[in-house]
């Protein structure tokens, strides 16, 4: 069975801290998302990461993907209020029943206090 | 830049009642998914479409059925509607073999069954 563990679940930050999401998956993926998505609202693409050691960086969020892990990390550096939110990871994995399909994780909530 | 559009973005429908969700992707965006998300739950993966043939399924209930035309729109059509299918409903596009198949979300469809 496809699954995505993705922890913390929620996770509460100073401002100026760093700190990890981790991102879990049980089979091979050719494609990893990491998506933001704030309360209400549509999901916001940041990163997708295809090959083994790729790493993607843009503004405080970094991205990288370890494939034989089956791992993906989205690190936090010096944490401000805007980057609080709710953070999915995701891939693309071959189901049993025969077709791919996309997998999110549990999501991890953000909040950066000030 | 022009975005994903869905419509209608609120719908209100009874029970045992059909809904049709629309959405028209991004221009030149060949493939279409369509995603549900329960309240304070991650997406679910429903379908996708590339060049208006099915690419990849997932948690599509049987009553549900979609589809994507010549100009790329692609409509969500769902008969006999429950409770549970209370739900934000997202469309997302992309182009392939361009930004990874990097997929960008429309602001969603909400729908909710009486």
């Known amino acids: 069975e496809l699954k995505v563990e993705q922890n913390p679940l929620f996770l509460s930050m100073q401002e100026g801290k760093n700190y990890t999401i981790y991102c879990n998956y049980s089979t091979t993926s050719d494609r990893l998302y990491w998506y933001r998505q704030d309360p209400g609202k549509s999901l916001e693409s940041l990163f997708v990461l295809l090959s083994n050691g790729a790493v993607k960086q843009e503004g405080r969020l970094m991205a990288s993907l370890d494939t034989k892990a089956r791992l993906s990390t989205l690190h936090i550096t010096a944490a401000v209020h805007d980057l609080s939110a709710t953070y999915f990871c995701a891939v693309r994995g071959y189901d049993p029943s025969g077709t791919y399909k996309y997998i999110f994780g549990t999501g991890t909530r953000l909040k950066v206090l000030a | 830049a022009a975005g994903v559009i869905q419509s209608p973005r609120h719908l209100i429908k009874e029970k045992r009642e059909t809904a049709t969700l629309k959405c028209y992707p991004i221009?030149?965006?060949?493939?279409v998914y369509w995603y549900q998300q329960g309240p304070g739950q991650d997406p679910q993966f429903l379908i996708s479409?590339?060049?208006?043939?099915?690419?990849d399924k997932g948690s599509i209930p049987d009553r549900f059925s979609a589809q994507q035309f010549s100009d790329y729109h692609s409509e969500l059509n769902m008969s006999s509607l429950e409770l549970g299918d209370s739900a934000l409903y997202f469309c997302?596009?992309?182009?392939?073999?361009?930004?990874?198949?990097?997929?960008?979300f429309g602001p969603g469809t909400r729908l909710t069954v009486l």
């Open positions: 221009p030149r965006h060949d493939t």
């Open positions: 479409f590339y060049e208006k043939m099915q690419s």
């Open positions: 997302a596009s992309s182009e392939s073999g361009r930004m990874q198949n990097e997929q960008f």
